[in-house]
Nanobody
Framework: QVQLVESGGGLVQAGGSLRLSCAAS????????MGWYRQAPGKQRELVAA???????NYADSVKGRFTISRDNAKNTVYLQMNSLKPEDTAVYYC??????????????WGQGTQVTVSS
């Protein structure tokens, strides 16, 4: 079992910045892709950004140029630096991690979510 602990959410004014962190712990053999999703009220959960074990990244069009995803493999931690925040970025942000096991199976884990609120 793997546990994900998120931190860094909060309330910020439009144009401000926040940094989210997500630390994985537990029975970890190998971590593959790490990512951030978000879900606003009444909307479906959507991918915000993801980073592979090799460092390749991809972003939702709505956050390109404003958000940066990174990871520290030694700490099993993924970060999301969010700049130039807009009210439409308001959502619960979820960390997602794909772990690999020695038998070549994979499992996805979700964090508990952290609220990000951007005021206008």
């Amino acid at each position: 079992q793997v546990q994900l602990v998120e931190s860094g959410g909060g309330l910020v004014q439009a144009g401000g910045s926040l940094r989210l962190s997500c630390a994985a712990s537990g029975n970890i053999f190998s971590i593959d892709t790490m990512g951030w999703y978000r879900q606003a009220p009444g909307k479906q959960r959507e991918l915000v950004a993801a980073i592979s074990s090799g460092g390749s990244t991809n972003y939702a069009d709505s956050v390109k140029g404003r958000f940066t995803i990174s990871r520290d493999n030694a700490k099993n931690t993924v970060y999301l630096q969010m700049n130039s925040l807009k009210p439409e970025d308001t959502a619960v942000y979820y960390c997602n991690v794909r772990t690999l096991y020695s038998d070549n199976t994979a499992t996805y884990y979700w964090g508990q979510g952290t609220q990000v609120t951007v005021s206008s």
